[in-house]
């Protein structure tokens, strides 16, 4: 396994990132991600939330191999495994949370899938608080259901919180298989199985973007906003903090993600949203403030 001193840009001459805090790096990944997202929306029209993801995955093992060229081979049969359900986790977490961006504003899709994070946090937690705030992000997310917001679509609802469970998992996994795998190989190869997974779905609407080359260089910015800088940051922040504060420390996820699709998507949220989607911000922060 490799040291956690080893730097993720180590090869391509980049300063090292175990220079930079951890809770830095989560949020530089925040920020990319949601970004990301957003720019990949404007592809739905050409290539549907499938053809995005598959182009996004295949893209993104490109980047990660032409920068890393990790070893496929000769690994242990548990290596192999960890990776399949990790790269299985993160095709289905995308494929839920694009299908949801596409029927859902981007803001209330992420504060409904930052569920999983946030009950992964509390979870097994003895601290009284913690009810609190999670009868708190509850409430927030009962504001972003349809049944106060009545103008949202329910299987993007309904989408976005499968995305939550997903989340959840992939933090789970990324710790576990961090004591197995460099991340550099580990990243490579699980996102080249999530284009696998995501290829049945996907490779059709990839297709269309794939013969216009404008669409094309677009496709190459959601790879690298969405795929390469944020899980390769968080999967260094995951090298050196628990799974339960990385989950507390995404509380900005929410209100990237509002930001985002409010300046690039000009997606105006109403009272109701945006009051779901403060409680819970606040409560992750107020989590992730006292156990960080």
Do not use: C
């Not at 790096?25 to 993801?53: H, N, R, T, Y």
């Not at 290596?79 to 494929?95: E, K």
């Not at 106060?148 to 989408?159: E, F, I, K, W, Y």
């Amino acid at each position: 396994m490799a040291s956690g001193k080893i730097s993720l840009f180590a090869r391509a001459g980049v300063p090292r990132v175990t220079l930079v805090p951890p809770w830095a790096l989560v949020i530089i990944a925040v920020i990319s991600v949601q970004m990301g997202a957003a720019v990949a929306k404007q592809l739905f029209d050409a290539a549907g939330p499938s053809g995005v993801v598959f182009l996004r995955t295949l893209l993104g093992a490109a980047m990660f191999a032409a920068l890393w060229r990790p070893r496929v081979f000769g690994h242990s049969r548990r290596a192999y495994l960890y990776m399949l359900v990790y790269g299985a986790d993160i095709a289905l977490m995308m494929l839920s949370f694009y299908a949801a961006i596409d029927r859902i504003p981007l803001g209330v899709a992420v504060a409904i899938a930052f569920v999983g994070p946030l009950g992964l946090a509390v979870l097994g937690s003895r601290r009284a608080i913690d009810i609190v705030w999670v009868v708190m992000a509850a409430a927030g997310v009962l504001l972003l259901s349809p049944f106060t917001a009545q103008s949202l679509d329910p299987v993007g609802v309904l989408l976005a919180a499968i995305d939550g469970v997903l989340w959840a998992g992939y933090i789970v996994i990324s710790k576990r298989i961090n004591r197995v795998l460099d991340s550099n190989t580990v990243l490579t190869l699980s996102m080249l199985i999530a284009a696998l997974v995501a290829l049945p779905v996907g490779i059709r609407g990839a297709a269309a973007v794939l013969a216009d080359p404008a669409l094309m260089i677009i496709s190459l910015v959601v790879a690298l906003l969405s795929s390469a800088i944020p899980f390769g940051l968080e999967f260094q922040a995951l090298k050196r903090m628990p799974p339960r504060a990385f989950g507390l420390l995404l509380s900005l996820e929410p209100v990237a993600a509002a930001l985002m699709g409010f300046i690039l998507l000009h997606e105006a949220l109403g009272l109701t949203e945006m009051l779901g989607i403060g409680l819970v911000t606040t409560a992750a922060f107020a989590t992730a403030r006292s156990a960080v």
